[in-house]
């Protein structure tokens, strides 16, 4: 980097770091979302899975399946819950 004479130099200099900053910021979070992406359990297992029997289109669904039983099962645990009120059993069903 040069020597800054004026105060105009001395501003630049300030905004193109501050440009430099924000870009990297933006490269950094980037980064930080394909990794936390990578990292998650259900990118985890499919991905060991893909490279274990070598078909996506079978672990996609299978994956798929899975994560939609699940979450069926967890919502109507959290809707019925304890209740035994028949309407809140019958809406936990259908969801």
Same mark, same amino acid.
């Given at each position: 980097?040069?020597? !800054?004479? +004026? $105060?105009?130099? #001395? %501003?630049?200099? !300030? %905004?193109?770091?501050?440009?430099?900053?924000? *870009?990297?910021?933006?490269? &950094? /979070?980037? %980064?930080?979302? $394909? $990794?936390?992406?990578?990292?998650?359990?259900?990118?985890?297992?499919?991905? +060991?899975? /893909? /490279? !274990? #029997?070598?078909? +996506?289109?079978?672990?996609?669904?299978? @994956?798929?399946?899975?994560?939609?039983?699940? *979450?069926? &099962?967890?919502?109507?645990? $959290? #809707?019925?819950?304890? *209740?035994?009120? @028949? #309407?809140? /059993?019958?809406?936990?069903? !259908? &969801?």
């Amino acid at each position: 980097m040069q020597n !800054i004479s +004026t $105060v105009a130099e #001395f %501003r630049n200099a !300030i %905004r193109l770091l501050e440009d430099e900053q924000a *870009s990297k910021g933006r490269l &950094l /979070k980037e %980064r930080l979302s $394909v $990794v936390y992406e990578s990292l998650m359990p259900i990118n985890i297992l499919k991905n +060991t899975l /893909k /490279k !274990i #029997f070598g078909k +996506t289109d079978m672990i996609d669904n299978l @994956s798929g399946s899975a994560l939609g039983i699940a *979450s069926g &099962l967890l919502l109507r645990k $959290v #809707f019925i819950g304890k *209740s035994g009120n @028949s #309407f809140r /059993k019958l809406i936990g069903s !259908i &969801l």
